[in-house]
């Protein structure tokens, strides 16, 4: 399993409510309820930037079409099946550190 990756300042996350792009946009961080969430930026509909969208009832919405994703399970509300990806992630240290995908198997 890869190491966690540092990708920013605790002080540059999102504020509650808020989503934004990081890691040269291919993450999108969101903060809903207290807790962050590191989703892969890429919609799995079409390719949009989630980090583009906003959240709306606890969720990212997609800036292009509208698809809705729940922040733990990735799930869209619309079709569970249809999922963004969710990082492992972990603020310690002042730091947010993100997991990357496992490509060895
Ligand atoms: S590309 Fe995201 S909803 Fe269509």
């Given at each position: 399993m890869p190491d966690l990756v540092r990708i920013c300042l605790e002080s540059e996350l999102p504020r509650e409510g808020e989503v934004c792009e990081m890691a040269g946009g291919r993450l999108c961080v969101a903060r809903v309820g207290g807790e962050i969430a590191v989703l892969d930026?890429?919609?799995?509909?079409?390719?949009?930037?989630?980090?583009q969208g906003m959240i709306e009832d606890g969720r990212v919405v997609c800036p292009y079409h509208g698809w809705a994703f729940d922040?733990?399970?990735?799930?869209?509300?619309?079709?569970?099946?249809?999922k963004a990806h969710i990082y492992e992630s972990v603020v310690k240290d002042g730091e947010l550190w993100v997991r990357p995908p496992d490509r060895s198997s």
């Open positions: 930026n890429v919609c799995p509909h079409d390719e949009g930037p989630l980090g922040v733990k399970t990735g799930a869209a509300l619309h079709d569970p099946e249809a």
